[in-house]
């Protein structure tokens, strides 16, 4: 049986981010019997930045979650983010992976989980260790990230992020991203674009099982009265302060932010003595989708500065959900593609809280409007989002990869062309032979 090695910052228990899709994959190919899989992976304390209960004090947990062996090393955790903060958070994930690798034979192959530079770098020494294929996907680029951050000396993290990202991007068999807009960017630190493969996320979680009403009266959302929810992570990233600004405008409207982040504090700081703007905990996995549904519309938001190559993976659970999704983003990036894909929403120019409102209220005072955008997004998570699909691109990286890999001469590029994604033309049916692109956050 084949044996391999991911490496992710992110797993299970975390229920937000990459965690979700790292741990299906995993599981994925443990139940299918396709490989005996163990992952190296951080101490769970995404997206609070905390470490979480049963893991504090640890340094090192070696554990068997369904199957899949997972090798937990301890890592510093910034509770406010700074460039010096973050490249502590690496530092000490990677030091400590160098010092404390898995305890297992060697494996065939090496996946890692980027934006993590920790783990690009980890997975590509072990892989180079044990002489077995290194298989990077790239969720998110940190060097981009950085850029575009706003945090205290990002320009000089962002320097230093690209460059390793480049590195070792360079050294892999094979790249998959989770979207197209990442493909002339990996190109460009000199990956050919023969060994770049789109590897889209899918919607991990379930629709919405109990009936709206109800969820509604248990949150105190009174009937009648427009709830806006933005649910995830509260980071620098997210320029959630539009949020605010929109309920401090407008009384009538409930805003509410579910979920945590280093910003939290500040965002619940900044809205004080809003009564229309509620902060709730992250809803647990059986209630998710309920809460989402309940809302009226969805919030996507993120900084002007950000012009974002992925595609926040709160977006394909607002999907499941089937409620209309007002995306406050730049209009050249991968979240305003798929906002475009999907149909099931409408998107407004980044950090102007004015055409947030004008779109909400819009959607709010026409209410078939509204449900018509919003059952398109069940229509899309079916037709494109599903794991099945997702989870079966994954695994047909992983087999190129150990079945060997191109060597950009014409015949390769014919018989293993790059997955790049289009709009599905008209009257083609759905699941056609292109398929969708996606995200995290």
């Known amino acids: 049986m084949t044996r391999v090695l991911l490496v992710s910052t992110n797993y299970a228990p975390e229920q937000a981010g990459i965690g979700p899709y790292a741990t299906q994959i995993a599981e994925h190919w443990v139940e299918s019997g396709r490989a005996e899989v163990h992952v190296l992976a951080g101490m769970p304390h995404y997206p609070n930045w905390r470490v979480a209960e049963g893991y504090r004090g640890a340094w090192r947990r070696d554990e068997e979650l369904a199957g899949v062996r997972v090798h937990r090393r301890r890592h510093s955790v910034p509770a406010r983010q700074t460039a010096v903060r973050r490249a502590l958070y690496e530092a000490s994930i990677l030091a400590h992976g160098v010092v404390a690798p898995p305890r297992m034979a060697a494996p065939d192959a090496v996946v890692a989980q980027l934006p993590s530079l920790a783990g690009a770098v980890l997975g590509a020494l072990l892989a180079r260790r044990h002489g077995v294929p290194y298989i990077p996907v790239v969720q998110d680029l940190m060097g981009a990230a950085a850029a575009q951050s706003g945090i205290r000396g990002g320009g000089r993290a962002a ?44 919607s991990h979680v379930a629709g919405p099982a109990r009936p709206r009403a109800e969820m509604r009266a248990l949150l105190g959302w009174r009937e009648g009265q427009t709830v806006l929810l933005h649910s995830g992570n509260m980071g620098l990233k997210q320029g ?30 900044l809205g004080a003595g809003l009564p229309n703007l509620d902060f709730l905990p992250p809803a647990d996995s059986g209630e998710f989708t309920d809460v989402l549904a309940a809302a009226d519309v969805l919030a996507v938001t993120q900084r002007s500065s950000v012009l974002d190559m992925s595609v926040p993976s709160k977006l394909t659970s607002y999907f499941a959900a089937g409620r209309p999704v007002v995306a406050s983003v730049a209009d050249g990036g991968g979240t305003a593609a798929e906002m475009r894909r999907a149909g ?58 150990l079945d060997g890999v ?19 033309a008209a009257g083609e049916p759905a699941g056609g032979p292109v398929p969708h692109t996606e995200k995290t956050g």
């Open 240 to 269: 959630l302060e539009v949020l605010v600004e929109a309920a401090r405008r407008d009384p009538s409207l409930r805003v509410v932010l579910m979920g945590d982040g280093n910003q939290r504090e500040r965002l619940a700081a």
């Open 159 to 202: 320097a230093a992020a690209r460059a390793v990202e480049s590195r070792v991007l360079r050294r892999a068999s094979l790249v998959g991203v989770i979207h197209e807009t990442f493909v002339p960017r990996v190109a460009a630190m000199g990956v050919a674009e023969q060994r770049i493969r789109v590897v889209p996320n899918w």
């Open 344 to 401: 099931a929403g409408v998107t407004v120019p980044p950090e102007d809280p004015e055409a947030l409102l004008e779109a909400v209220r819009r959607l709010a005072a026409d209410r078939d409007l509204g449900a018509a955008l919003g059952a398109k997004g069940p229509v899309y998570v079916r037709e494109h989002l599903s794991s099945e699909a997702g989870l079966g691109r994954i695994t047909a990286l992983l087999d190129e990869a």
């Open 406 to 424: 191109p060597d950009g001469s014409p015949e390769a590029v014919v018989h293993n062309p790059p997955v790049v994604h289009r709009p599905r």
